[in-house]
């Protein structure tokens, strides 16, 4: 009888484990929300609308990388082979999209083509500037800190 009761229950784990190994666990990932393209042009016709962009850049600078982030902001990174800018820009929502949560030494608000533009590093040096205006919110990203007044001159060329 009680080799009846432990095959019984083998048979009965045996069952139990075929029925559950042919099924698959639901999907628990979101999805990716940053699009890569290979033009600026692709990635505003994907996003459904044009953005300004930097016109001046740090000598050496060239556009490496263009993608979407949830079709509601473009992402421009500019590379010198050693050092990343990374620039944001999507419709205006009043918030920052600079994605960066880093606290900084420095915070200092500046007036740039008339807008506050709120800059953030250390030592004298910026690592970020966040801004907006009536149609879009900005961000500009340094992996490597920039002077002050470089950071200055790249926003100011953001016109739109």
């Known amino acids: 009888m009680k080799k009846w009761i432990i095959c019984l229950a083998a048979v009965i784990a045996l069952s139990m484990l075929s029925a559950c190994a042919g099924q698959k666990p639901a999907e628990s990932q979101l999805p990716n929300p940053i ?3 290979e033009t600026l042009e692709d990635a505003q016709a994907a996003a459904g609308f044009e953005i300004p962009t930097p016109a ?8 490496e990388a263009v993608t979407t982030i ?24 009043g918030s920052d999209i600079s994605g960066d949560y880093n ?13 506050s533009v709120l800059m953030k590093g250390a030592d004298g040096s910026r690592s970020l500037a966040v801004w907006q205006d009536d149609a879009f919110s900005y961000s500009l990203h340094a992996a490597s800190p920039l002077p002050k007044e470089q950071l200055v001159k790249i926003v100011e060329s953001v016109k739109n």
Do not use: F, H, M
């Open 70 to 93: 949830a079709k509601s902001t473009i992402q421009l990174i500019y590379t010198d082979g050693q050092n990343d800018l990374t620039y944001r820009c999507g419709k205006a929502g």
């Open 103 to 115: 606290v900084y030494d420095e915070e200092e608000a500046a007036d740039v083509n008339g807008n």
């Open 56 to 63: 001046e850049l740090p000598e050496g600078y060239t556009l």
């Open 35 to 37: 699009e890569e393209y």
